[in-house]
């Protein structure tokens, strides 16, 4: 890791799981949680732990949506793109955000600031078209709606959806 | 709180909890499932809570989750002791303020309710002449079709709550069951002719009986909550809203095929379902009803929660144990199959959340009870989620074999602003779309299959006349070929190849001879693919082509009849209504408007790039695609 006290902090996260294979996902889950993605050396450390070949914890890393290899912003914007989000205009508002946003979707800002993802079905599919900032749900979005909450929301705590 | 050993203690619980459901001062309950908070059911939930503070009401207040009219979230209730249960629909902060004012001036505000629903003794409660104005559920049709089973619970108890589920009669069928031999309940579970509620339809029973068979020991249960399918949001909802239908479900499952071990494997995109589970879960271990010696009968079972890491493929069983045991979610071919050797190579049981959520009624009320709703090869009732273009939407609990239009029209409302019906997609990306003309089929398993389609986990989207089919197949096939895992050929390049041809056809550029041998590709994709998502990739394809084809063939002369595919749209002024004012001619990024101040002016096609700026730059609405 980069710094000891980043080291540490892995060493931590990963001391409070059984040294068995199988609990490879839920520890890479663990890290991400901690660092917002999962930075290169953490995959070497959950290698060693696990006493496992890198190459199966990157192909794990790798076949999940979940995980991402580069930081992710501050503020995470998820917009669905779901069946039922597609087709009450949910392609309209990615465009308009992205826009705006001058990202991409799967990019960050260069300031670490914000990034953007699209996302398929987020279960809420009744109030289509929708998307979370952070850790919070909206829904019933139109695109200047949609573009109204990205400047207008900041979520103060972002891992408020897991705790 | 004490572990439960006897009936008795079950009782004296049931009886805490039904004064928790209906306290004698009265319960103010705001729907807080995921549904309800992306709607605000959070600020409204301070707001009441502070209101009824300020107004000095003593009235319990609570969160309970979905009640299934998701359109009208959020949704508030107001439970008098009698068991009057009335619901507010759309209630927003300021409205909420109002409405506890009125509470408080004894003032119902009916013109905000959207129904009363009626008491255990079947009649609507008509107290008194505010109350006669607020119709009863039974009257509305969205949810006087239904038919609540599974989802009976959701909406009316604190999901975290334990002794309101046990004042439902929630975990008596647990004790019931362990007061029975495995076999005896395998039998009952076979009678009733339950089946995987997960899409393909397996016999649970069956599936139980040979996991019962199989050699060995050490056997698992699973649950399968990894509810992918775009448009489908059942699971979700039966977790965050009744977590212990399905604990108590699979604890039923777990002592009947002999396993003392179990997984629920969850999405992670569902934060609010994991969290009530575990939250759930502790509770039952706490009383006794997981771990070690489960009600004092000497059966054991240790339950965990699995949270998925984001991948599609996961929900088909194999590449879902592939996930536990930590590796890629890759299926692998079956036989053998997971009953003989799932999960660490034993003998495992997977059933999906709706179908762990029937066990404990079944068990309750019978095999015939159970089969006295539905149809003979289906009985009992499905879940569907109605989304997309139809008034009502939400979470419908229906006995299987009703009509597509009793489900769309009736309990649905049909398409909103008059418009035209066009296709219902049902089962996601692995069902098919449907066709105006099959809205009198009956939905079981064997119709739908027949017409292309699948129950799928239940997933039901409704599209209108603006809907491009061609579009919205290839949509499908984008996910599918996202989501292929890329193990076998057949499922890795075939959708690939499919995904090709669908975008050059909705771009423009399609050729004669891509509709033939999108079909060929097609069928040899479903022939030869390793698992269920390869396997069923195809269908939106195949049912589109065979319900759609004109469609196709209009866009192979370059037109989109839904007027979708901006590729294919002209634009043109109508020099009936333009006034020559300019504003379309500045907005146009290309310069490809021209005209004179004042006249009607006119777009240059072949520099036209269809952003649409024009259309929404003029007052006079007189610029439309051809």
């Known amino acids: 890791m980069k710094g000891d006290k980043e080291g540490l902090k892995l060493e931590k996260v990963l001391s409070r799981w059984p040294r068995e294979p199988h609990n490879l996902i839920p520890l890479l889950q663990a890290v991400q949680d901690n660092f917002h993605y999962l930075p290169p050396e953490a995959l070497d450390e959950v290698a060693q732990y696990l006493k496992i070949p890198l190459s199966r914890v990157f192909g794990v890393a790798t076949f999940y949506a979940q995980f991402t290899l580069s930081p992710r912003g501050k503020r995470h914007i998820r917009i669905c793109l779901g069946t039922a989000c597609h087709v009450k205009g949910g392609t309209e508002i990615v465009k308009k955000v992205a826009e705006k946003l001058g990202l991409r979707p799967g990019e960050t800002s260069k300031d670490l600031e914000v990034s953007l993802e699209i996302v398929r079905c987020l279960g809420c599919c009744s109030l289509a078209p929708v998307m979370v900032i952070g850790g919070r749900l909206f829904g019933r979005l139109t695109p200047d709606k949609a573009l109204h909450l990205i400047e207008n929301f900041y979520d103060q705590d972002q891992n408020s959806e897991r705790s | ?626």
């Not at chain 2, 992306?38 to 009640?67: M, P, Q, S, W």
């Not at chain 2, 607020?134 to 949810?143: P, V």
């Not at chain 2, 399905?246 to 629920?264: C, S």
């Not at chain 2, 739908?448 to 699948?454: E, F, H, I, S, V």
């Open chain 2, 1 to 626: 709180m004490t572990k439960i050993k006897t009936r008795r203690d079950l009782e004296r619980l049931r009886e805490e909890g039904e004064r928790e459901l209906f306290p004698p001062h009265g319960k103010i309950l705001v729907g807080m499932a995921s549904c309800g908070l992306a709607a605000g059911a959070d600020k409204v939930y301070i707001k009441i809570a502070k209101g009824l503070e300020r107004h000095g009401l003593n009235f319990t207040i609570g969160k309970t989750a979905c009640l299934g009219f998701c359109s009208r979230e959020p949704l508030v209730e107001l439970r008098i002791p009698s068991g009057l249960r009335l619901i507010y629909q759309q209630i927003d902060e300021e409205k909420a303020d109002t409405l506890v004012a009125a509470w408080s001036r004894n003032d119902l505000t009916p013109e905000w309710a959207l129904c009363q629903i009626q008491g255990e003794k079947g009649e609507p409660y008509l107290l008194s002449p505010a109350l006669r104005q607020i119709s009863s559920d039974r009257d509305l049709n969205f949810y006087s079709k239904q038919r609540k089973v599974v989802l009976r619970n959701c909406g009316l108890i604190d999901p975290l709550n334990i002794k309101e589920y046990i004042a439902c009669g929630g975990y008596f069928s647990l004790y019931k069951a362990l007061q029975m031999s495995p076999s005896e309940i395998i039998e009952e579970v076979k009678r009733s002719g339950l089946r995987g509620r997960g899409g393909a339809g397996f016999p649970t029973g069956k599936k139980w009986e040979l996991c019962y068979r199989a050699p060995g020991t050490k056997k698992y249960v699973i649950c399968n909550a990894d509810e992918g399918d775009p448009g489908a949001y059942m699971d979700r909802s039966i977790l965050e809203g009744n977590p212990h239908s399905v604990i108590e479900g699979m604890i039923i499952g777990a002592y009947a095929i002999g396993a003392d071990e179990g997984y629920i494997y969850v999405r992670a995109e569902y934060p609010l379902a994991v969290k009530h589970l575990r939250i759930a879960i502790a509770q039952a271990k706490e009383l006794g009803l997981l771990g070690k010696d489960i009600l004092g009968s000497g059966f054991s079972f240790r339950l965990h929660v699995f949270e998925g890491a984001g991948a599609f493929v996961c929900g088909e069983e194999t590449a879902l144990i592939a996930s536990i045991e930590g590796r890629r979610g890759q299926p692998r071919p079956r036989p053998p199959y997971p009953v003989e050797s799932g999960l660490f190579g034993k003998p495992t049981v997977i059933n999906n959340v709706e179908t762990w959520a029937n066990v404990p009624l079944i068990i309750a009320q019978g095999a015939e009870w159970f089969r006295s709703v539905g149809t003979p090869r289906s009985p009992g009732t499905k879940i569907f989620s109605l989304t997309g273009k139809v008034k009502n939407t939400g979470l419908v609990e229906v006995p299987m074999g009703i009509t597509l239009r009793e489900l769309i029209f009736e309990i649905g409302g049909g398409p909103p602003e008059g418009k035209q019906f066009k296709a219902v997609q049902i089962g996601g990306p692995s069902g098919g779309c449907l066709p105006a003309e099959l809205l009198d089929l009956p939905i079981d398993y064997e119709s739908l299959t027949q017409a292309g389609a699948m129950m799928g986990s239940g997933g039901m989207v409704v599209v209108d006349e603006d809907t491009c089919m061609v579009e919205l197949a290839r949509f499908f096939l984008e996910f599918t070929q996202a989501e292929s895992c890329g193990q076998c050929p057949p499922c890795r390049l075939g959708t690939k190849r499919m995904l090709e041809i669908l975008t050059r056809i909705t771009q423009g550029r399609g050729k004669p001879r891509d509709l033939s041998l999108l079909e060929e590709l097609a069928l040899g994709v479903r022939e030869a693919s390793l698992c269920g998502l390869g396997r069923t990739a195809p269908n939106p394809v195949l049912t589109t082509l065979r319900y759609f084809r004109s469609e196709y063939e209009a866009h192979l002369e370059g037109k989109c009849p839904a007027k979708f595919c901006r590729a294919l749209l002209a634009y043109q002024i109508d020099p009936e209504l333009c006034v020559g004012c300019g504003l379309c001619a500045r907005a146009c990024p290309q310069r490809a408007i021209f005209g004179e101040k004042g006249k009607p002016h006119r777009i240059e096609l072949r520099l036209c790039v269809r952003c649409r700026a024009c259309v929404s730059a003029c007052p006079k609405g007189a610029i439309t695609a051809r």
